[in-house]
């Protein structure tokens, strides 16, 4: 494992289990994607002035870690976390002139909704931004989620790159079984440049990110749910409990 990443992922558990957060298999499904997204930010001048939009904030162990990671917040730890007057909380919470928390989603589906807005107005406005959205693949299932979808289809919003954090479980059940849509045929359709790749390989991930892409993109990055800790991996409970003890990284 990367040891970026394995310093990232033991952060999570740590998290997890000091404070007893739930949405652990949902935080550590997700943290290529960031620490690519925010490699390219950190790294990259073509997207150092980029938006990001964590649209599924409930994983919100993830977005600190990786934050704090790069050096982009004070380091997290159970004071400031999930505790009485904590600054921060199990759901991204917005927070005055804050680069990086500039919206707060709990309630899932509104991501998209936010960042079709600000790129039709850099667009229109001839601001040179790039949006990445991370969405969650339950999220697909919200009608607001294709609302957005057609609006940036219609206005060909160019400066956006969606990514999905498709490790195939929502709440109650295996994504399919809820809802079994062929996504990817349906944003074709919609004139979406459409990506599947490996969600835990950063090289692939910010390979397809830096490609020049003349319209609006998604990238599905498949996942899995509880990655880095054997026996919660793709399993349903990993959206509910906490870490455990015999979970620590050494």
């Known amino acids: 494992m990367n040891k970026d990443i394995y310093k990232i992922r033991k952060k999570i558990i ?16 997700c943290v290529e994607i960031l620490y690519s997204i925010f ?11 980029s938006e990001v939009i964590f649209s599924k904030g409930h994983a919100s162990m993830a977005y600190l870690s990786v934050l ?8 997290i730890n159970s004071k400031n976390y999930l505790s009485n007057d904590s600054k921060y909380w199990g759901h991204i919470s917005r927070k005055k002139k804050s680069k990086y928390f500039k919206f707060s989603f709990g309630s899932l589906g509104c991501g998209l909704g936010i960042a079709s807005g600000l790129s039709f107005d850099f667009l229109n406005k001839n601001i040179n931004k790039k949006i990445f959205v991370l969405l ?16 940036i289809s219609h206005h060909n919003l160019n400066n956006m790159i969606i990514l999905i954090d498709n490790n195939k479980i929502q709440s109650f ?17 919609l004139n979406f440049g459409t990506f599947a790749v490996d969600g835990h390989n950063i090289s692939t991930i910010k390979n397809v990110i830096k490609k020049n892409l003349k319209s609006p993109s998604i990238i599905f990055c498949n996942t899995i749910k509880g990655k880095g800790i054997k026996k919660i991996e793709n399993k349903i ?3 509910y409990f906490p870490a455990k003890k015999e979970d620590l990284y050494k």
Do not use: M, R, V
């Open 39 to 49: 490699d390219l930010i950190s790294n990259n001048k073509k997207f150092i002035d």
């Open 173 to 189: 059940d295996k994504t399919k079984n809820i809802l079994d849509i062929p996504y990817i045929k349906i944003f074709n359709q």
């Open 14 to 29: 740590e998290l997890s289990y000091n404070s007893s957060s739930a949405h652990l298999g949902s935080s550590l499904s």
């Open 136 to 151: 969650s693949d339950g999220e697909l299932n919200e009608g607001s989620t294709f609302e957005a979808a057609q609006f």
């Open 68 to 75: 704090e990671h790069f050096k982009l917040i004070p380091k």
């Open 237 to 239: 409970e990993s959206h």
